[in-house]
């Protein structure tokens, strides 16, 4: 006799697919939003079905009732949960979470708002800062000095906006690598080691700090140059990129803020600003505004450049051949002649630049005097202070006083001068004495003179860079007192030699000087300067050179 579960596998299929069809249509439901139902429902269906197919496959009945029983649990417990719970309670639950949300989002709509407005009132002040520079820039164009007065203009809207104590501006030589003052104001502690030798005098110190030429590297404004990011530094003590110089009040540093100026993406200068000791730290804020003053004189100069670059092409083109005529003439059209002592010299002038001058001065029977000077400035300004100097040098050396004293009457009477062109002059001055064979040598700014040593076949530098001749009245000059022997060789030179570039860029340097006189040491004077002269020409190529090239070489016979 057949059984029931023998044909109930039937319907338990078709209550099956009719579960998960019930299924799929709550699904459907749900996702376009026309229901919410719950989701008890989707597994009571479930629970269902999957009863219903495992009743089916094993023939045994009892596991459909087990599932319809579970399910009406399911079910049961959903309604009587629901019999219990407060629909009010609930909508309030609701209103509550609503209204929460919307607040929040009020708050961020609000401090959105109040961010919006703090950004819009910043590039305002940003936007009136670059005007007020624009404005302001135009009225330099005409004016003499144009950059000069430009960066004092902008060193005071700096040292105003932040109540600095001093500030400085500082920008980049692309030829020589270092970065020179433009503009000091004010007290400006040296974040920087002081040279040993220099007295610690407020004028000497703000003399070496005006005058000065900082490397790229190694000392606080070239590292901070080079990174090219501004820097805070509130504590100067506690910060080891500033070095303490000493217990004198006025070398007691404060608080500093440094800034980068720069023509599109490259740092071409740095603003400097500082604050006593005693008075309040620099702050963020102040930062801040110092960049945005950077921005701004960044901005302002590129057009400056541009402007001062065509009027000094102009006026070098203008004066600069007049100079030249008038420089190849103060120099010696022939080289007199010294018992026992050989002679050689050129000089080759840059355009438009007028700055070397040397002389040859027989002006007593125990004494000639070689002079090799190297003048600031371009064209008729350094043309008009080579003559000063050279009037000076050719009445001194006519009496029996010593090269450094003769040095010293030659710098009192360049500092005197009150113009505003730069009367500035590095100056190798030589004594020499034919008949004890005894030189002796004094010097200032960065001339070098070599002495080459027959005996030993060696050659090294005997001068020092020193400050240049027109600084300061107060400026010490030393003896360097020689005997020499025969064979030996005395050379001076400008640096315009030494700084001469390759179409590399890469400098002649005194390792190449050196090189040929000793290699050529057994010929005159006159035949080394012509083997130097082919050398430098060789080694320059047809690469521009923006400085004078000059070499006086005396051989002692």
């Not at 099956?16 to 939003?33: E, H, Y």
């Not at 400085?168 to 040993?196: C, N």
């Not at 018992?339 to 010299?345: D, N, P, R, V």
Request: proline share 4%; aromatic share 8%.
């Amino acid at each position: 006799m057949t059984s029931i579960d023998s044909f109930i596998s039937v319907p338990l299929f078709a209550s099956a697919i009719f579960g998960l069809f019930i299924l799929l249509s709550l699904v459907t439901l749900k996702i376009k939003g026309k229901t919410k139902p719950s989701f008890i429902f989707y597994i009571t269906l479930v629970v269902l079905a999957l009863g219903a197919v495992y009743s089916a496959i094993s023939k045994k009945s009892i596991f459909f009732v087990f599932s319809v029983i579970l399910a009406e649990f399911l079910v049961e417990t959903f309604i009587l949960f629901k019999s219990f719970d407060n629909p009010e309670k609930q909508e309030a639950k609701r209103l509550a979470k609503a209204a929460s949300e919307a607040s929040h989002s009020g708050d961020q709509d609000s401090v959105s708002t109040a961010v919006i407005k703090e950004l819009e009132e910043k590039h305002k002040r940003t936007l009136q800062v670059h005007n007020d520079f624009v404005n302001k820039v135009s009225t330099f164009f005409s004016s003499d000095n144009s950059m000069e007065n430009f960066l004092e203009y902008c060193n005071g809207v700096l040292r105003e906006k932040v109540s600095a104590d001093g500030c400085i501006i500082l920008i980049a030589d692309d030829y020589d690598q270092v970065l020179a003052v433009k503009s000091f104001v004010g007290s400006f502690p040296p974040p920087y080691k002081l040279p040993d030798d220099l007295p610690h005098k407020p004028l000497r110190v703000e003399t070496n700090l005006r005058f000065a030429q900082f490397q790229l590297n190694g000392n606080i404004f070239g590292d901070i140059f080079k990174e090219g990011k501004p820097v805070l530094i509130e504590d100067s003590v506690k910060d080891p990129r500033v070095y303490q110089n000493g217990p004198e009040d006025f070398l007691k540093t404060g608080s500093y803020i440094f800034a980068p100026i720069r023509e599109e993406e490259n740092v071409v200068g740095l603003i400097g600003l500082a604050k006593n000791p005693g008075d309040s730290k620099f702050s963020k804020d102040d930062l801040e505004k110092v960049v945005d003053l950077a921005d701004a004189i960044s901005m302002t100069m590129n057009p400056l450049y541009s402007f001062l670059a065509y009027a000094e092409k102009t006026e070098l083109n203008k004066g600069g051949s007049i100079a030249s005529k008038y420089q190849k003439d103060l120099l010696p059209q022939k080289l007199p002649v010294i018992g026992k002592t050989s002679i050689g010299c050129f000089s080759n002038q840059a355009e438009g630049v007028c700055g070397d001058y040397y002389d040859i001065l027989a002006s007593r029977k125990d004494k000639v005097s070689f002079i090799m000077a190297d003048v600031a400035g371009k064209g008729m300004n350094s043309l008009i202070v080579m003559i000063m100097i050279r009037a000076i040098l050719r009445l001194a050396v006519n009496t029996a006083q010593s090269a450094s004293t003769i040095m010293t009457w030659a710098n009192r009477g360049i500092c005197g001068d009150t113009s505003k062109i730069d009367h500035f002059a590095s100056v190798a001055l030589i004594n020499y004495n034919a008949t004890t064979k005894e030189a002796e040598i004094s010097t200032c700014g960065n001339n070098p003179v070599f002495l080459f040593s027959a005996k030993d076949k060696t050659i090294k530098q005997i001068s020092t860079p020193s400050e240049p001749l027109g600084v300061t009245k107060e400026t010490v000059f030393e003896d360097i007192k020689l005997t020499l022997c025969s064979g030996d060789i005395l050379a001076a030179c400008t640096d315009g030699l030494l700084e001469s570039l390759n179409e590399n860029g890469v400098q002649y340097s005194s390792s190449s000087l050196s090189r040929i006189i000793i290699k050529n040491c057994n010929a005159s004077a006159k035949e080394i300067s012509n083997k130097v002269k082919d050398d430098l020409k060789k080694f320059c190529g047809v690469a521009q050179q923006y400085d004078d090239q000059s070499l006086l070489v005396i051989k002692i016979q």
